[in-house]
């Protein structure tokens, strides 16, 4: 139980955030948490937790297998000339931070995007 009380903030997050089929166990010093997030923001929130609480991992006590539900899975955009963040955001209804957000990877700065590169588009929340 000492480690469901040394991660209780990422449990309770857990709880909260509309995961489903939330299981938390603790087994032979390591503490379980497995379900379904339903987007990947709630997800990287989860694991935005655990970095707080054990910044380097070297606990080496959680496991946390959080899958993204199917109906998450971020659209495809391919970027044409003339187009920005705000305006591809506003095609689908989200913010261009959204945007940015789910391309970190691709996207240094966020007024300059390139022609050609695929887009992960993430579902509105």
Do not use: C, H
């Not at 380097?56 to 920005?84: C, F, H, L, Q, W």
């Amino acid at each position: 139980m000492a480690l469901q009380d040394k991660y209780k903030e990422l449990v309770d997050a857990a709880k909260a955030s509309g995961i489903t089929n939330l299981q938390v166990r603790e087994q032979d010093n390591v503490l379980y948490i497995d379900g379904e997030a339903p987007s990947f923001t709630v997800k990287d929130q989860l694991w935005a937790i655990y970095d707080k609480i054990d910044p380097d991992y070297r606990a080496a006590d959680v496991v946390m297998n959080i899958t993204v539900a199917a109906s998450a899975a971020p659209e495809e955009y391919e970027v044409v000339k003339g187009d920005n963040l705000t305006k591809i955001g506003k095609k689908y209804g989200i913010g261009w931070k959204e945007i940015y957000e789910a391309n970190k990877d691709q996207i240094k700065n966020p007024d300059l995007i390139q022609v050609g590169w695929k887009l992960k588009i993430p579902k509105k929340a």
